[in-house]
């Protein structure tokens, strides 16, 4: 980066052109004086240039890109340090547009400098602008310019953030309860392709009588879980399982010795990712597939849901871990223990008596934190072998992820819905106060950004800057965040 702005840099100070610059609109464009590089990364490139379009001078600075799309994603549109660029060049010629804007609204020619550039120039930027993209990554607009807002103000502002996205998780699962009971009501078996429950469903008033049965708060936890352990390529999927196999089917053999074999099977046989045949040179494959086989064939006649086919679930580009045949594993034996040990009144007693924050955070972790055992310890895939076994099928930044994104909210409601008023602010202490063991790459990055260390360990500072990142930042949403709207204006 640093070899391609330098020579960038001195090809636009010393206007090593090798034809006369032109607008789009077939204007000269001339460069009386270059302006002076800027030494500050939170501006434009050059400052107090003078140059002449067609037979009108402008003073004003000069940016250089990369790419057309850089103006946007960088926030140069929205911040006023950019309302005096009067020139935008760029090295790429992808998407090019004959105009960017300011955020006055003022129109701005963009050139791309491949145009006027000798072969020897051009290739080495375009060599440069190649491995670029290949490395990219997206960077928050008000990168290297919120220094001078306080560490606190941030954290104030992410606290807020931290608090709604936990209020959005709530009434997202608030209203999927909602739509459990009055499906159950229509007589109507899941999961279908798409409905629209009309005025009686969105007018229907509801009592905690309604939400009385234990039934309903699994099936949502075991919805929400399997949906987590999907992760972004296969959360679909994941969710329609779980409500393929759901908790109706399951608790007609809760009380068997064998329910996280059951499960198990009905997963996989429901999925569609079983292989078609059933035997193969290693033994273990073809043990367990008989063990599959054998038992689902023995529990199907209660199943009257659909299946799913393997084409509709994505291994391409997953880390093996990742791969939806050991997120179903993990899921099936996480759910026959947790029905096996009525897990979800555990955690009710848990917030409703005064339990030591810590002792409940080792609890919690525990009832989710999935060992690997099994078939699936020593495979990623039918027939496939791995060279390490897996130790854990849910470890603890999943577990963590799950705690916070699916339990709390879920306990929250229910203590809201039964009126529990201690309990239900003891589960959102308990969601402020939570630091998770591990983080991930965005977070950090959002952290990183904004210069908070380790803030981002704190769940409430965690979720936050996933809800920053996602619902301001990527969609470009700056001047209504709290942190861009100082910078930018």
Not at 180 to 204: A, C, S, T, V
Not at 351 to 366: A, I, Y
Not at 422 to 433: E, G, H, L, P, T
Request: hydrophobic share 35%.
């Amino acid at each position: 980066m640093k070899i391609r702005e330098n020579i960038i840099y001195e090809i636009w100070k010393e206007k090593k052109f090798v034809k006369n610059l032109i607008t789009h609109d077939s204007q000269n464009i001339e460069i009386i004086d270059p302006g002076t590089q800027s030494k500050d990364s939170a501006g434009p490139d050059f400052f107090n240039a003078r140059i002449k379009f067609g037979n009108i001078t402008y003073l004003g600075d000069v940016e250089i890109d990369s790419m057309q799309s850089d103006w946007k994603s960088h926030g140069h549109y929205f911040d006023k340090k950019y309302n005096k660029v009067i020139l935008h060049l760029i090295i790429s010629h992808k998407l090019n547009q004959p105009f960017v804007y300011t955020k006055e609204g003022r129109k701005v020619h963009s050139i791309c400098m491949l145009d006027f550039l000798d072969q020897s120039f051009k290739t080495v930027l375009l060599t440069a602008v190649d491995s670029e993209k290949l490395n990219r990554k997206y960077e928050m607009p008000c990168l290297g310019r919120n220094d001078s807002i306080h560490k606190n103000e941030k954290l104030h502002f992410l606290f807020d953030l931290g608090v709604d996205r936990f209020k959005k998780k709530t009434k997202r699962l608030l209203e999927r309860l909602k739509e459990m009971i009055y499906l159950k009501e229509m007589n109507i078996r899941e999961p279908i392709l798409k409905y629209d429950f009309g005025e009686d469903f969105h007018n229907k008033k509801y009592s905690p009588e309604n939400f009385s049965e234990i039934i309903l708060w699994e099936q949502l936890i075991y919805e929400m879980i399997f949906e987590a352990l999907g992760y972004s390529k296969n959360k679909d999927m994941m969710l329609k399982l779980a409500r393929a196999v759901n908790i109706n089917f399951i608790n007609n053999f809760r009380t068997d010795e064998k329910l996280a074999q059951i499960i198990d099977s009905s997963l996989f046989s429901v999925s569609g990712l079983l292989p078609n045949k059933t035997k193969y040179e290693e033994e273990d494959t073809s043990e367990y597939l008989r063990k599959i086989t054998e038992t689902w064939n023995s529990v199907r006649n209660l199943y009257d849901g659909t299946t799913f086919k393997k084409e509709s679930w994505n291994f391409f580009k997953l880390r093996p871990q990742n791969f939806p045949t050991i997120r179903i594993a993990g899921g099936a034996l996480l759910i026959s223990q947790f029905l096996n040990g009525n897990m979800f009144k555990n955690m009710i007693e848990m917030f409703d008596s005064d339990h030591n924050d810590k002792e409940t955070v080792v609890q919690l972790r525990n009832l989710v934190i999935t060992e690997g055992q099994g078939y699936w310890v020593s495979h990623f895939n039918f027939d496939k072998p791995t060279k390490e076994k897996l130790n854990y099928f849910i470890g603890i930044s999943r577990a963590d992820e799950i705690i916070v994104n699916v339990l709390l909210p879920v306990l929250s409601i229910y203590f809201e819905i039964f009126d529990s008023t201690d309990s239900a602010r003891r589960v959102k202490s308990f969601y402020i106060n939570y630091t998770q063991k591990t983080t991930n790459q965005l977070v950090e990055q959002v952290s990183e950004t904004l210069g908070l260390g380790k803030a981002s360990r704190k769940s409430i500072n965690y979720q936050a800057m996933i809800e920053l990142f996602r619902n301001y930042c990527v969609k470009e949403r700056c001047l209504e965040c709290k942190i861009g709207e100082k910078i930018f204006n």
